[in-house]
């Protein structure tokens, strides 16, 4: 549906290249990254407000690399939304559609109410849901998304997740959706991709790239935040052994590394599961044990945050961090009960 090949865009210092990239009819694919890093410049290269200076862009099979924004058939709402301020909202909607496909529109996303205000009379959700009308109105059934709801309330932003996957499912849209809110991302994705100093660094599945990223860096960028040096002792097609720090873990998958090289491993903060001392351990859950002392924690709304400090065999000590949920907290008493058995997933 949304093909890229060699694309190469250049502005002032800062460039984008991304090699290739497919998007596929009717897919929700997440555009993650840092600041500044290229996401949007590859929205507007695809929407035909960047031309690139090499490669081309497929539209459903047709190059439209020569083609002007308009005649691309895109839907494309930018951070700020867009919306011309001396027009009603009923008037933005219609800007590119007929009054009654804007009606039926505003109708859909509730908001028949405000067609006739103005948008600095609306606040931040009612502006974003007028631009998304005003997009879907076009008939395009391709959407971009540029960071959306990133002015949202919590509870707004996890309403427009649900109204953004029934659209997408009901009109069978193919949406490439830029955001910075790995929750978001989780909710909405089929795909993800991660951009990084100009360049696509890592395109996957949910579980692909937030439980296998591909480098250090991205590891760090999407969470993993415990990062360990490990000594392989063994691997196999299904398994690699780790020694690390003087305690043995197994790691499943097949990983392209060798018995005796160093490696680095990650595992995220809520893989990490803390296990009562007189619980008896099944062979599974029991292979990857460690222990610690809890020396810090953080409550974080629904959540607590843990810095669990190992102690290794071979003396040495290492910091985990821990991402655990309140009930969890409080049921295990670990307020008082400093430490602690961890269990690592495989």
């Known amino acids: 549906m949304i093909r890229l090949e060699n694309i190469r865009v250049t502005r002032g210092k800062f460039r984008l290249e991304v090699p290739g990239l497919h998007v596929h009819r009717g897919e929700y694919f997440v555009l993650l990254g ?20 090499t490669g081309r862009v497929f539209l459903q099979e047709r190059d439209v690399s020569g083609l002007p924004p308009e005649k691309r058939q895109i839907a494309y ?53 007028v631009a998304l009308a005003r997009a879907l109105a076009a008939g395009s059934r391709i959407l971009l998304l540029d960071e959306p709801l990133a002015a949202l309330d919590p509870q707004t932003r996890a309403e427009f997740w649900l109204l953004l996957k029934r659209l997408q499912r009901e009109q069978h849209l193919t949406v490439i959706h830029v955001c910075h809110d790995f929750t978001e991302a989780y909710v909405l994705a089929e795909r993800i991709g991660i951009i990084n100093q100009g360049k ?42 780790l020694n690390w720090q003087g305690w043995q873990l197994r790691v499943t998958g097949n990983w392209p590394v060798t018995a005796g090289q160093m490696v680095k491993f990650g595992i995220r903060p809520e893989n990490v599961m ?73």
């Open 34 to 53: 840092p600041s500044g890093q290229g996401k949007t410049v590859l929205l507007e290269t695809i929407a035909g407000l960047q031309l690139p200076e």
């Open 77 to 129: 709402v930018p951070q700020d939304y867009a919306l011309f301020p001396h027009l009603t909202c009923r008037e933005n909607i219609a800007f590119a559609a007929s009054r009654e496909e804007a009606y039926y529109w505003a109708e859909r996303l509730g908001i028949t109410c405000l067609l006739d205000r103005y948008p600095l009379r609306l606040s931040g959700g009612e502006r974003q849901r």
């Open 274 to 346: 803390l296990v009562r001392p007189e619980r008896q351990l099944s062979a599974n859950l029991g292979e990857n044990i460690v222990e610690g002392t809890i020396v810090e924690e953080m409550a974080r709304g629904t959540t607590y945050l843990l810095w669990v400090e190992i102690g290794c065999p071979n003396q040495a000590t290492e910091r985990m961090l821990i991402d655990l949920p309140r009930h969890v907290y409080n049921r295990l008493e670990l307020a008082t009960r400093r430490q602690q058995r961890l269990s690592l997933k495989k």
């Open 200 to 241: 696509l660094v890592q395109v996957g599945s949910k579980e692909e790239v937030f439980q296998h990223p591909v480098t250090e860096e991205i590891a760090r960028f999407v969470g993993m935040s415990n990062l360990f040096p490990a000594l392989v002792e063994a691997h196999s097609e299904t398994e690699t052994v």
